[in-house]
């Protein structure tokens, strides 16, 4: 009985971190930025805040259906949009759990590494998309506002961290 408990519990806080992540991507959209086709990268901070604090498959599966929800939402499933985004969000998936694996490495860091290559992951799949290497030039750009937005998330997963008691009712094994 107890165990069905616990499972039961982290299916219920789980689903509300997915929400949590699929409302901050939402919104993330209607802040203006200038440059096209650059967000702020929040949703992240939940993703990032499970690799710590949880198990890295529940993290994995956060992102991924975070990132097929807001696709139906956005209307954008399966066209390039949704491929570079799944295609950054795999590869910065990638990088951050070999990262926050040394503990000599912040959580910040490990955004920044993360955020970065999100950004070389969506250049990818757009240059795969469009067979045109003059959207490499766009990358110092989006990389230049990654690190800041990088730096943002790990800051906030800091804060997170800290209370995580609070926050996460499991622990990683």
């Known amino acids: 009985m107890n165990s069905n408990r616990i499972k039961l519990q982290k299916i219920i806080v789980l689903s509300l ?28 901070v939940i993703t990032l805040f499970l690799l710590y604090e ?24 399966l066209n390039v949009t949704f491929f570079m985004s799944l295609g950054g969000g795999f590869i910065a998936f990638i990088v951050m759990i070999i990262f926050s694996r040394f503990k000599f490495l ?19 799949v757009a240059y795969l998309y469009t067979s045109t290497s003059a959207i490499v030039y766009y990358l110092p750009i989006i990389m230049f506002l990654s690190i800041i937005t990088g730096i943002l998330s790990g800051i906030v997963c800091i804060l997170m961290r800290r209370r995580s008691n609070d926050l996460l009712p499991y622990k990683r094994n």
């Open 17 to 44: 971190y997915l929400a949590i992540s699929i409302v901050i991507s939402y919104v993330e959209t209607f802040i203006p930025i200038p440059i096209p086709g650059v967000k702020l990268g929040l949703a992240n």
């Open 54 to 77: 949880g198990k890295w498959y529940d993290a994995f599966f956060i992102l991924l259906a975070r990132i097929l929800i807001v696709s139906f939402i956005r209307g954008t499933f």
């Open 106 to 124: 912040s959580s910040v860091t490990v955004s920044v590494l993360g955020s970065v290559c999100h950004c070389c992951g969506q250049i990818l």
